[in-house]
């Protein structure tokens, strides 16, 4: 099968059982996206597949033919986390950081339909996510902040 | 505490951040090494059985197979938390005794062969009575789950304090009321991993989550029967603990035991189902608290009994059964006190130390104080002030608490939440409740309940921290580098950190005693302070003055009023190494407690050197229609001493809350078929979602614990408890009933709404 | 978990699918979006030879107007149905149920109407690990002979949970099935069977090619209800739908369907047919038709998916007469 990666092309010879997830993150050793449940439930296998999210732990490569996926590895460049990562990093949204790659792709593909959603709005984008130890309040802020340019960032202003 | 700090007490992000938003750090499961192997685990699909036969021969022809192990390979080690809790054969040789207990485990090539060589694993089992519930479990004629332990009660632990028949007769008003509560569940982020390695001299490495790495690799090297520094326990991310990941689990060992068999690397990863079953899980509850009033609601007498369903094994049974009680005996004056805390066998997975610790246990308190509170007519924030423990006094079991901001906790979180407008005042169907918590900082945990830590400097002026110290996610390795930032006057990014490693790191208690900040903290703050002592020593000759009169800020050792005078701290480092006196930093800490304290033995004595303590209410409002709740403002207000980073300690307000109050009193818990849990997954437990989640208020109160560093201690987990009992106060308030059953399910509300409406009750 | 092997075709149009079926269905399975089908794979509920993925049929990706109805692709995505104007405007029933389907910001893109309609029964003693179901004797719908539900059950008592059924149900639509043999239209309380080993009547060579709803006229409303735990991920513990046309005061045309209750989503026609004639404000009469549906719905049902029992059914009462409420208010503008 040949798809794009975070903009790279990508051939392998895959056997059709295998799903998108294990793909990413054995073939291609691209092992930010996550599993934690393997049933679709918790969100931190969320990747982009052509802009929009997807959960990879339910998804068989193969049917990723000819697509784009872009997983958080591919946000932001070298030196440069995309704004949504900074915000996160500067508004303590993440604590353990295992649900975070999931969360930030979901948030991703929420900016990208909805780039000034209110909060009932970000709660609504995010609740495909599971976190266990924010209880969201400081992820609800991050992307807030990036949406308004307002919002409490680190140094309390 | 206006010191004039850079990083303290600030809202700094944390340096471990950026690795995780780019998804670069890695968990155990993203480890990948040379050859390694994938490892599964075979079993048991019974929950009592005698095991007659296991046949692995089938299994270790199986093409691309590498090992086999059973309970023949373990030499018979058996595992416990405590000496005289050793009951658990990591893969047993005679009896499984819950569904889904390790039998036998393969390493192989690809995950396929692997499942293919489990299915060709025979295992010959004769079936035993199993027994489910506690109480059944404790009136059994046998066989008992342990033979040691009739009646299949693991530990009892009892405390009787004071004279409780006095405190009875003087009472004015007196209550007794059982509370229950279901199983709760971690279902931290990050389901269970293992690596192990061994290298040809026989070193083991392993990565796993942990919430010690010293705790792990002392059993492991005893059960191994290795010496501690062929063992090396390694630092990893981790994916959350919450209480559930101190001890040695059985995967840790069988992975190691299929690397040394195949002489190659091995990856367990558990599934979901794996990770709520097979590792640890809450106890179920039966708690009757019996309390006795005078007229303005001070607690005269209390006597509590406790049943905890512990499933299988022993695990940290002892401390289990104690932490409920010791929390309330630490939270309220209790003069007159008994407990009597059982924990039980029975054929089901295996419980351990949770966040929520014992929640019947801590909202029976806290409903029953609003219960008597309705019938004296004082309300329940009076009568947590009439009870509210102080500074300076002395627990039940006999613990001096020398900082306690808990009154002013109480009366803040009723200011801003309202309070005093809003109580009774409510519209119909709307409540508002208070929950009251205390945790320890730290317990007795003998040789192993000190931290040390080492500061070694590069000769450009940076350093590097070694710590034994470990970071399941809520910021330990962060607060490590901010203390010794700031201490050394640099900034964070300057200051590297060695941590959770057991070859390098000095010994340290872990995170689950939460006593971090307190013993890491203070021993890295101490390290640090010695690394800038001897270099204040070398400043103080090449600037001529008084080592006392010198300040280090900025990277300059400068003195005090003069800024002029100074010299780089790159320089002094230099001439330390020059004149053969390199510069480094040793630091240790370990909380004064009472060493002979025994949970069981003797429950007397300092149990910590100190206590977080803290108030949060809760506004829900019910649909009397469907039961449904939905919370709409919480404000926890805690006493954490001082908050070294705000931003980090808000973190674990919030997440506290979701844990304990949204999911723990509303929809998280366990139910069963049989020994077979029926959700063990994420879509049938259920775990708050961003949706449901209230607005939150956070209010940091600082006591400044005078052996604290900075004056900190407990921040992380002790609002998960208040949070329910919030939640569980404001429930029974708005449906004007008092539900003793946990968690407050949709249905038990409607139907105590109902029972109420045709004078039932 | 990793799903056991199989092999896989992509065919390139409907009918490369269709003679695919017609050679193998037996030994197939459908991929749609595949929320539903890969979990059951990696708990081996399901462990097909061939798995044959629609993501090449862009023909069934549609929302039209034809023939006085709105017909909706089999493979067009929740999130299309959720956001159609026409959906919206006529079939307010259907929009209500696509939007609580899962977690929005995720499973809408990949799930399908014609998955959602298809999402196979459920019930916690059947959905778990093949680890869990080992052990011990399989279930009627696992192929086997006995009911951990109901004791002595000598039939499967899974439940319907899709929120996309239950609200065509009652909307009333036709499924339009496609094979090498040609069309099949059924109603679609024909195409569900109410039995949990074998829930539709779909034959091993077809595919479900798309839903026909017919324009509500004048006077027509329809509402969804759902309750459950959580506001998203979970599904329903119980679930109505109700479309009404009123005409002049009256109660003409009533249908009350309620998922979570029976292997299809239950039609209450004797409970619907209590209204006709009524006054659309007749608070007793809606109050009545909604005791007896629950009456009716919970012969249907069993302690099969973790919850209080009676609990589920009381709910039944409140959510249909939440939905005929509803209804009432969009027929009625």
């Known amino acids: 099968m040949s798809f794009a990666v975070n903009g790279e092309e990508v051939e392998l010879y895959i056997s059709p059982n295998r799903t998108l997830l294990e793909v990413l993150r054995e073939e291609l050793e691209l092992t930010g996206t996550k599993e934690s449940c393997g049933e679709g439930v918790c969100g931190s296998c969320t990747v982009l597949c052509d802009g929009v999210p997807l959960r990879s732990c339910l998804t068989l490569a193969l049917e990723m033919e000819g697509r784009e996926i872009t997983t958080v590895e591919g946000l932001g460049e070298q030196g440069r986390p995309d704004p949504i990562q900074q915000s996160f990093i500067d508004h303590g949204a993440v604590q353990c950081g295992f649900c975070t790659p999931g969360m930030l792709m979901s948030v991703k593909g929420l900016l990208k339909r909805n780039p000034t959603p209110n909060e009932e709005e970000i709660r609504r984008g995010i609740s495909g996510n599971i976190c266990r130890c924010t209880g969201y309040a400081k992820i609800v802020e991050a992307v807030t902040a990036v949406t308004t340019g307002s919002g409490r960032n680190a140094t309390g202003s | 505490m206006e010191k ?105 090539v690809d995950e396929e062969t692997a499942l293919e060589a489990l299915d060709l694993i025979d295992v010959d089992l004769e079936e035993l009575p199993a027994v489910y519930d506690p109480i059944e479990a404790m009136a059994s004629e046998g066989p008992w789950i342990h033979e040691d332990y009739p009646n299949n009660v693991n530990v009892h632990v009892n405390i009787d304090v004071g004279d409780i028949e006095k405190g009875f007769k003087e009472s ?61 326990v390694r630092k990893i991310a981790i994916g959350g603990a919450f209480g559930g990941r101190s001890e040695i689990s059985p995967a840790d060992y069988i992975c190691a035991l299929l690397s040394r068999k195949s002489g190659r690397p091995v990856k367990i990863v558990y599934t979901r189902e794996e990770n709520a079953v097979n590792v640890r899980m809450g106890h179920a509850l039966i708690t009757t608290i019996k309390t006795g009033v005078d007229r303005e609601g001070k607690v005269l007498a209390r006597d ?373 849990c029926l959700n063990p997954t994420q879509l049938e437990y259920k775990v708050p979602l961003a949706c449901d989640m209230p607005r939150i208020n956070n209010i940091i109160v600082e006591s400044l614990d005078p052996a604290g560093p900075y004056g900190a201690k407990e921040a992380g987990m002790s609002i998960a408890m208040s949070a329910a009992q919030a939640y569980a106060a404001a429930i029974s308030n708005a449906i004007g009933v008092t539900l003793t059953d946990f968690p407050m399910t949709p249905e038990k509300i409607l139907k105590a709404i109902e029972e109420k409406n045709q004078g039932g009750r | 978990m990793i799903i056991p092997e199989f092999e896989y075709v992509a065919p390139g149009n409907l009918q490369e699918a269709l003679d695919c079926l017609a050679s193998h269905g037996v030994e197939a399975v459908l991929l749609a979006g595949g929320t539903d089908l890969l979990v059951r794979m990696k708990q081996r509920l399901v462990k097909p030879r061939l798995v044959v993925s629609l993501k090449n049929l862009e023909g069934l990706r549609d929302i039209k107007e034809e023939n006085g109805e709105i017909v909706i692709g089999a493979m067009t995505p929740l999130v299309e149905v959720l956001e159609s104007e026409r959906v919206g405007k006529h079939l307010p029933a259907l929009r209500q149920a696509m939007g609580k389907i899962g977690a929005p910001s995720i499973q809408h893109f990949r799930g399908t109407i014609g998955g959602n309609l298809c999402l196979n029964t459920r019930c916690l003693f059947y959905n778990q690990s093949q680890f869990w179901r080992s052990g011990r004797t399989p279930c009627h719908k696992d192929n086997g002979q006995t009911c951990y539900a109901e004791e002595n059950s000598d039939r499967c008592r899974s439940a319907n949970l899709s929120d996309g059924a239950c609200a065509l149900m009652a909307l009333s639509c036709e499924v ?3 094979s090498c043999r040609g069309e099949r239209v059924l109603l679609v309380e024909e195409f569900f069977t109410g039995k949990g080993e074998s829930p539709f009547a779909i034959e091993p060579d077809e595919l479900v090619l798309e839903i026909r709803v017919p324009m509500p006229g004048e006077g027509a409303g329809s509402s969804f209800q759902k309750i459950s735990y959580r506001s998203a991920i979970d599904f329903a513990l119980v679930s109505a739908a109700v479309s009404v046309r009123v005409m002049d005061g009256q109660f003409e045309e009533v249908r009350i369907s309620v998922g979570g209750a029976g292997a299809a989503p239950l039609l209450l026609k004797e409970a619907a047919a209590t209204l006709y004639g009524k006054p659309f404000n007749d608070d007793e009469a809606i109050e009545a038709t909604s005791d007896l549906a629950k009456k009716h719905a919970s012969a249907f049902m069993v302690e099969n998916l973790g919850s209080c029992l009676e609990y589920r059914q009381k709910m039944i009462r409140i959510l249909v007469r939440r939905a005929l409420k509803e209804a009432i208010v969009v027929a009625t503008g």
């Open chain 2, 4 to 108: 004039g700090f850079s990083l303290i007490g600030k809202r700094v992000p944390r340096v471990d951040s950026l690795s995780r938003v780019t998804g670069e750090v890695q968990f155990a499961a993203d480890l990948k090494l040379p050859r390694m192997l994938v490892g599964k685990i075979k079993r048991s699909s019974l929950a009592h059985a005698r095991i007659l036969h296991i046949d692995t021969s089938r299994a270790e022809r199986l093409k691309g197979v590498k090992a086999v192990v059973t309970g023949q390979d373990t030499g018979g080690v058996k595992w416990g938390v405590f000496r005289y809790t050793q009951d658990m054969d990591f893969l047993p040789r005679d009896r499984v005794r819950y569904f889904g207990e390790e039998i036998a485990a393969v390493a192989a």
């Open chain 2, 172 to 232: 004015s008003l007196i209550r007794e009321d059982t509370f229950t509560a279901a199983e709760d569940d971690y279902f931290m982020g990050e389901p269970y991993a293992v690596v192990a390695r061994f290298d040809d001299d026989g070193n083991l490495e392993i990565w796993m989550p942990n919430a010690g790495p010293h705790m792990k690799s002392k059993p492991l090297s005893n059960a191994l029967q290795m010496p501690l520094h062929k063992v090396k």
């Open chain 2, 304 to 676: 509590i009994t406790c049943y905890m369903d512990g499933g299988a094994y022993s695990s940290t049974g002892p401390i289990a059964t104690s932490v409920p009680f010791l929390c309330m005996e630490q939270a309220y004056r209790m003069e007159n006190v008994r407990y009597n805390g059982y924990r039980i066998f029975t054929n089901k997975p295996i419980r351990g130390m949770i966040r929520m610790h014992g929640r019947s246990f801590a909202c029976g308190i806290d409903l029953q104080l609003d219960m008597m509170g309705e019938e004296l007519g004082i309300d329940p924030v009076t009568m947590r002030l009439r009870n509210a423990r102080q500074a300076g006094e002395y627990t039940p079991t006999g613990s001096y608490v020398s900082s306690c901001g808990l009154t002013e906790c109480i009366e803040k979180a009723a200011l801003k939440s309202g309070w005093k407008e809003k109580y009774g005042n409510l519209p119909p169907w709307r409540g508002i409740g208070i929950g009251i918590n205390s945790v320890q900082t730290g317990f007795p945990l003998g040789i192993r309940g000190g931290s040390q830590a080492i500061i070694k400097f590069n000769e450009d002026g940076g350093v590097t921290l070694i710590s034994g110290v470990v970071d399941n996610g809520q910021g330990n390795d962060n607060m490590l580098v901010q203390v010794v930032a700031e201490e050394l006057g640099l900034s964070m990014a300057e200051v590297m950190l060695i941590t959770a490693d057991t070859e390098v790191t000095p010994n340290d208690p872990g995170s689950y005693s939460m006593v971090t900040t307190f013993a890491g903290g203070n021993a890295a703050r101490l390290a640090a302070v010695d690394a800038r002592n001897k270099l204040f020593d070398i400043a103080a000759k090449a600037l001529e003055a008084n080592p006392r009169d010198l300040m280090l800020k900025d990277k300059k050792i400068s003195v005090a009023g003069s800024p002029d005078r100074f010299i780089p701290l790159k320089k002094a480092v230099r001439m330390g190494l020059i004149q053969g006196m390199p510069v480094s930093g040793e630091g240790h800490y370990a909380p004064k407690v009472d060493h002979t304290r025994e949970w069981v033995k003797n429950p007397k004595g300092q149990l910590s050197e100190a206590f977080s303590f803290g108030a949060t209410i809760a506004e829900v409002e019910v649909n009397p229609e469907t039961g449904m709740v939905k919370a709409l403002e919480v404000t926890a207000a805690q006493d954490c001493g001082f908050a070294l980073n705000p931003m980090l300690v808000e973190g674990q307000f919030e997440g506290s809350v979701a844990m304990g109050g949204q999911g723990g009193m509303l929809t998280e818990h366990h139910f069963w078929d049989g020994g077979r």
């Open chain 3, 176 to 178: 339009v099935l496609a």
